[in-house]
């Protein structure tokens, strides 16, 4: 299953750019302001050298990558909380995604309406950012209110809810995001419910011309640091464009002018270590493969990403070193050299692992 992120940004920041960029899935891009009326959802495959590796020690096998579900969240403006330009409805998109990519316009263009005006890039962060504010402030109230009465006759379980919900309130009010309060595991838990947008991890996207860095996205940067958040640098439109070429080509563009890597790729990258999630790698059958799990994840759960019934079905997990593989180039010589862990039901699955599961 891919973890799902929504790109956010105020119009024409380069949202749809972006994420054509990532998906090469051709959204609309027009220089109008709503013109993404939609969510919507593309799939982006994950970079990943040590994939890569694997491959190519299997150069037969199909490469399998995994994905990143990116959603192009449209609509949001000053006073969306209140329902202003789409509204509400945007807010909907942003409450399923597990993470946030903060798309900040970071060029200059007179044929781009900016919809405030003028390029500001620490006003148009905080305009975003206090949108999804005010909207937490809005769910958290609602709940308050509804759960008020219950704590008033004495529920314990309500009265820690309200005294949580309080805390936040006005954590929210004095421009605190959920995700800097300082919550224990057993109190994110209890807003599972409510998925309060100010929560989720941020990644900051700014979007730069065809020239690269500017004072503008030195800006993000800074403010991005300021909030404990990470910063990526993009040419939404350039890459945008690369996207559309075929990979030779593309890859020809890429090493005339000496660019190591794409942003969009780094991007992906930097999105997924928002989330805590570690990534293991199977190579049994016709394909060479990579599978995400939640860090901590034990090996028959593990199994059960591949296939639901591993989970039952489990007897053992034959654990490899990528290293290890490289040395020997295979797994039989692997074995011989006794270096293969044979891991039971218990063995936490570490990020990097290559695993065969054995079933019954
Ligand atoms: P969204 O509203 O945030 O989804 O923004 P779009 O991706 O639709 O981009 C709005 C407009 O800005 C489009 O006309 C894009 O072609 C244009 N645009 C995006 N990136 C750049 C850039 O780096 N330079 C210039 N000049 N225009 C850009």
Redesign the pocket.
Known sequence: MSRTFGLV??????????FNALTAAGAR???Y?F??LQAQKGIAPVPDPRLDRLHALFPEKKKVPTTIEVV?IAGLVEGASRGEGLGNQFLADIRNVEAILH?VRC?E?ED?AHPMGELDVKRDIEVVETELLLKDLETLEGRRERIAKTARIGDKQAREELALLDRLIDALKRGVPIRNASLTAEEKEKLKGLAPLTLKPVLFVA????SGENEHSRKVAELARERGAGMVVI????EMELSELAEEERREFLREYGIGELAVERLVREAYRLLSVITFYTFVGPEVRAWTVPAGTKAPEAGAVIHTDFRDRFVLAEIMRLEDLEQYRSDKALREAGKILRAGRDYVVQDGDVIHFIVA
């Open positions: 940004g105020l119009p024409n920041a380069g949202k749809s750019t972006i891009v027009e220089p302001p013109c993404t192009d798309v060029f263009a781009v979007n730069v011309g065809d040419r939404g439109r350039l």
